[in-house]
Nanobody, 120 residues
Framework: QVQLVESGGGLVQAGGSLRLSCAAS????????MGWYRQAPGKQRELVAT???????NYADSVKGRFTISRDNAKNTVYLQMNSLKPEDTAVYYC??????????????WGQGTQVTVSS
């Protein structure tokens, strides 16, 4: 059974920083792309940032220059460093990863979500 467990959310003032972590555990043969998505109240879930197994990254325009995604393959963990936070960054942040539990193939898994609230 594969699990993604996020941590690091919380309440921060505008201009502040937070670091989210997401650790994959369980039966893992390999991990391909990993990423972060977010969903604000009344809005659809949107992509924040992704990172490939080789370290190539992609960001939503709204977070470019403020957020940095990284991963530690030895720890099966992906991080999201969020700087210069704005009230509009307030959302539940979800970790996502394409994981192969065994040699037969991979699928996408989601974490349970962690709340990030930015006060003005």
């Amino acid at each position: 059974q594969v699990q993604l467990v996020e941590s690091g959310g919380g309440l921060v003032q505008a201009g502040g920083s937070l670091r989210l972590s997401c650790a994959a555990s369980g039966s893992i043969f390999s991990i391909n792309g990993m990423g972060w998505y977010r969903q604000a109240p009344g809005k659809q879930r949107e992509l924040v940032a992704t990172i490939t197994n080789g370290g190539s990254t992609n960001y939503a325009d709204s977070v470019k220059g403020r957020f940095t995604i990284s991963r530690d393959n030895a720890k099966n963990t992906v991080y999201l460093q969020m700087n210069s936070l704005k009230p509009e960054d307030t959302a539940v942040y979800y970790c996502n990863a394409e994981i192969a539990p065994d040699y037969r193939g991979s699928r996408r898994y989601w974490g349970q979500g962690t709340q990030v609230t930015v006060s003005s």
